[in-house]
């Protein structure tokens, strides 16, 4: 059975920094791009970056760019999101994704096996 579970979640000051893991088991998804989406209170759930599985190429939600880096470690089966110079609007339940080879990017439709989200909170 397919599993992802996201870890590094927490309280931080506006400015600082935090890093998200996902760790998939149950399959080797080497082969699949994977993403970061997130859900703030009262809005839908949004794109925020993926990797690909052929040369890790990266892309990111325009609002983050430049403050976000998504990476993955092929051995340890991990994605991860480096946040840096977090805002009060980057508060929000972030969630790791497998992409189905044939998906979207930026959708939640292109996306096959989700986590249970951690939350990352801002405070100003």
């Known amino acids: 059975q397919v599993q992802l579970v996201e870890s590094g979640g927490g309280l931080v000051q506006a400015g600082g920094s935090l890093r998200l893991s996902c760790a998939a088991s149950?399959?080797?998804?080497?082969?699949?791009?994977m993403g970061w989406f997130r859900q703030a209170p009262g809005k839908e759930r949004e794109f925020v970056a993926h990797i690909s599985w052929i040369g890790g190429i990266t892309s990111y939600e325009d609002s983050v760019k430049g403050r976000f880096t998504v990476s993955r470690d092929y051995a340890k089966n991990t994605m991860y999101l480096q946040m840096n110079s977090l805002k009060p609007e980057d508060t929000a339940v972030y969630y790791c994704a497998i992409r189905n080879p044939s998906g979207s990017v930026t959708l939640e439709e292109g996306y096959d096996y989700w986590g249970q989200g951690t939350q990352v909170t801002v405070s100003s």
């Open positions: 149950g399959r080797t998804f080497s082969r699949y791009g």
